[in-house]
């Protein structure tokens, strides 16, 4: 979903990178909260993996494909602030050496993905998380729920803003429709991609995800005197 | 001391599996233009793109510039783009994070 430059105008993407800056600049305040001596190496390979993730393009059929964004996969794992943050490194380096998603376009590309992605991936999980069993096996599945949610909503905010700043005079409609179509497939294997990395990482590590800790708290409890040696 | 050692091995089994799907994976990955790349196309914007400032980059589209088996070549600039992302997030997140020592509450 990567925009490159030229789609949205100057205007739009001035704003779209007025938004990613207070975005980020949250995210760097918030973040504090969530990461400390244990967490932060975890969260850096979070990045890393969400980077390492987007370059497996699946196929999602008539010559179409789809990548993780992995705001969902990133918040779940890392708390949603960390996540904003991962996500917008991955872009920067992208955008930076990669050719992958324009320069000018990285604040659309912030906006959609991390804050975007993460932000709907986060609400969509906490959701979930309540209204699923308070098990930890209730976690990939919430997880893999809100990655399926976070695709196609990030899909139709890049169509609010085709709509409001973008070069070509096309339909909106149009545009929605074919954007959500093919998002809401490719949000298919973004799910299945979050739920099978979650599920891994709580059946080896569940303290380490972020999403897993309020139904942790009473478990360790438990089952404590069996695990310290 | 027994947790921090089990951390490290789940950073480091992590990191090899980003740096093999990164490095050896992504070859395999589907080449069709992704889901907005493709909606562009079919819709009549995708000749509004212009060329990213980027695009000399010695790493640009996931390719090594100069190096010419398409498989090393892929390799080379995942495994690059992973690590530049391991340093930067990492080092990012390391001067972030609560020191031990730090009460929760504050901040």
């Given amino acids: 979903m990567h925009v490159p430059d030229g789609f949205l105008d100057a205007p739009t993407s001035l704003a779209t990178g007025a938004v990613a800056v207070v975005g980020v600049a949250a995210a760097l305040r918030g973040a504090r909260r969530e990461l400390d001596d244990r967490t932060a190496p975890v969260a850096g390979l979070v990045a890393t993996f969400v980077f390492a993730g987007?370059?497996?393009?699946?196929?999602?059929?008539?010559?179409?494909?789809?990548?993780?964004?992995?705001?969902?996969?990133?918040?779940?794992?890392?708390?949603?602030?960390?996540?904003?943050?991962?996500?917008?490194?991955?872009?920067?380096?992208?955008?930076?050496?990669?050719?992958?998603?324009?320069?000018?376009?990285?604040?659309?590309?912030?906006?959609?993905?991390?804050?975007?992605?993460?932000?709907?991936?986060?609400?969509?999980?906490?959701l979930m998380r309540a209204v699923l069993p308070k098990r930890?096996?209730?976690?990939?599945?919430?997880?893999?729920?809100?990655?399926?949610?976070?695709?196609p909503a990030a899909a139709a905010v890049f169509t609010l803003l085709f709509a409001v700043g973008g070069v070509a005079p096309i339909d909106t409609a149009t545009v929605l429709t074919a954007m959500l179509g093919w998002h809401v497939v490719i949000g298919l294997g973004e799910a299945v991609i979050t739920g099978l990395v979650v599920g891994s990482v709580v059946a080896v590590r569940p303290d380490l995800v972020y999403g897993a800790r309020p139904l942790i708290g009473a478990r360790t409890l438990e089952i404590r005197p069996a695990v310290t040696r | 001391m027994?947790?921090?050692?089990?951390?490290?091995?789940?950073?480091?089994?992590?990191?090899?599996?980003?740096?093999?799907?990164?490095?050896?994976?992504?070859?395999?990955?589907?080449?069709?233009?992704?889901?907005?790349?493709?909606?562009?196309?079919?819709?009549?914007?995708?000749?509004?793109?212009?060329?990213?400032?980027?695009?000399?980059?010695?790493?640009?589209?996931?390719?090594?510039?100069?190096?010419?088996?398409?498989?090393?070549?892929?390799?080379?600039?995942?495994?690059?783009?992973?690590?530049?992302?391991?340093?930067?997030?990492?080092?990012?997140?390391?001067?972030?994070?609560?020191?031990?020592?730090?009460?929760?509450?504050?901040?």
Avoid at chain 1, 136 to 151: E, K, N, Q, Y
Avoid at chain 2, 87 to 93: E, K, N, Y
Wanted: one cysteine or more.
């Fill in chain 1, 54 to 126: 987007q370059m497996m393009n699946f196929p999602v059929g008539a010559g179409t494909s789809g990548h993780l964004l992995g705001g969902a996969l990133a918040a779940v794992l890392a708390g949603p602030w960390t996540a904003v943050l991962c996500v917008s490194v991955v872009l920067l380096v992208q955008a930076l050496f990669i050719a992958d998603g324009g320069i000018t376009a990285l604040g659309t590309n912030i906006t959609l993905m991390a804050l975007v992605g993460v932000g709907v991936g986060w609400l969509v999980f906490c």
């Fill in chain 1, 136 to 151: 930890l096996t209730s976690v990939p599945l919430a997880a893999g729920i809100a990655a399926f949610v976070s695709v």
């Fill in chain 2, 2 to 107: 027994t947790g921090r050692r089990r951390t490290r091995g789940f950073l480091a089994v992590g990191l090899l599996a980003a740096l093999l799907v990164a490095g050896v994976g992504s070859f395999y990955a589907s080449s069709h233009p992704d889901g907005l790349e493709y909606v562009a196309g079919k819709t009549g914007f995708l000749d509004t793109q212009d060329e990213s400032a980027a695009s000399d980059s010695p790493l640009a589209d996931y390719q090594t510039k100069g190096v010419g088996d398409a498989r090393l070549s892929g390799g080379i600039a995942g495994v690059s783009g992973t690590l530049a992302v391991l340093a930067i997030a990492g080092g990012l997140f390391w001067v972030l994070r609560r020191r031990d020592d730090e009460p929760a509450e504050e901040s």
